[in-house]
Structure formats: C-alpha cells, structure tokens
C-alpha cells in the first residue's frame, strides 16, 4: 500500500483535512440547501396532489352537473309533451263544445223559421180565405142577381160562408 500511496503522491493528513472539508460542506449543503429544497419540495408535491385532487372533484361535478343538465332537459321534455297534449285535448274539448252550440243554435234558428213559416202560412191561408170568401160572395151574388131574388140570395151566400169558415 505505501507503493501505492508513492506512486499516486498521496498524504495522509491531506487526505483527513479534505474528508474534513468535504464532510463540512456536506453538512452546509444538507443544512442550507437541500433541507430548504425538500421543503420546498414537499409543499411542491402537496401543492400538486391538491390541485390534482381539486381537478378531479372538478371534474366530478362537471359530469355530475351534466347528467343533472339532462336530466332536467328530459323533464322539460315530458313536461313540454304533456302541456301539448292537454292543449290538444282543451281544442279537441272546445271544438265539441262549438260544434254542439252550433247545433243547437241550428236547431234554434230552424225551429224559429219552422215556427214563422207556420205562421206566416195560417195567415196567409187566412187572408186567402178572406179573400175566396169574398169573391165567392162577390161572384155568388153576380150570378144570383140575374138568376134569384134577395132572400134566396142571402141563403145560399150565408150557406157558402159557413162553408168556407170550417
């Protein structure tokens, strides 16, 4: 070993002052800059894992938020389809409603133009027989002038206009 020692030009006590020496900057780099440095590592790291952490509750609520999103798009849709439907069954309800006033409007007028035209045919089956009456006595008594005398006359006109009142 002392060969060795020659041959690389190696001194002992050179050799302990250096392990000295590199054993205090070893402890000044563990003391001032890789214990500073792990800290802030460490906070680094759990820095990160919250973020990462915080990414996903995120990420959750978003999908959360989205199935919620289309949930109530669904019930808006069941809702829309049953407002339409009501809406229809109200017009198909009015409709018939309509269509039966109509009716019996219809009815009405018809049983007011039936109920006129009665009337307007007994006066006028009136009048007609006001007015055959009197060209019966008027032709009667034409024809009875040249034919009878005034009693017979009055007979048979009063005859006629019994007749003709039945």
């Given amino acids: ?3 060795l020692i020659k041959t690389f030009h190696i001194d002992w006590r050179l050799l302990i002052a250096q392990l000295v020496n590199f054993g205090i900057v070893l402890l000044v780099l563990w003391r001032f800059a890789l214990k500073p440095l792990m800290k802030i590592m460490d906070k680094r790291s759990k820095e990160i894992a919250k973020s990462l952490d915080d ?3 995120i990420e959750e609520n978003l999908l959360n938020s989205e199935k919620e999103r289309e949930e109530k798009i669904l019930a808006a849709k069941k809702e829309a389809a049953k407002l ?3 809406s229809r069954a109200e017009g198909h309800r009015q409709a018939e409603e309509l ?8 009815q009405t007028i018809v049983a007011v133009a039936k109920e006129q035209i009665a009337v307007a045919k007994v006066k006028m089956l009136s009048e007609v027989k006001t007015e055959v009456s009197g060209l019966v006595v008027e032709a009667t008594k034409q024809v009875f002038e040249s034919m009878l005398d005034e009693k017979l006359d009055q ?6 206009l019994e007749k003709i009142k039945r």
Avoid: P, T
Wanted: no cysteine.
């Fill in 84 to 86: 339409i439907e009501q």
């Fill in 1 to 3: 070993m002392e060969e």
């Fill in 155 to 160: 007979k048979i006109i009063e005859k006629s």
């Fill in 55 to 57: 990414a996903r509750k």
């Fill in 99 to 106: 269509i039966g006033s109509a009716k019996a409007e219809v």
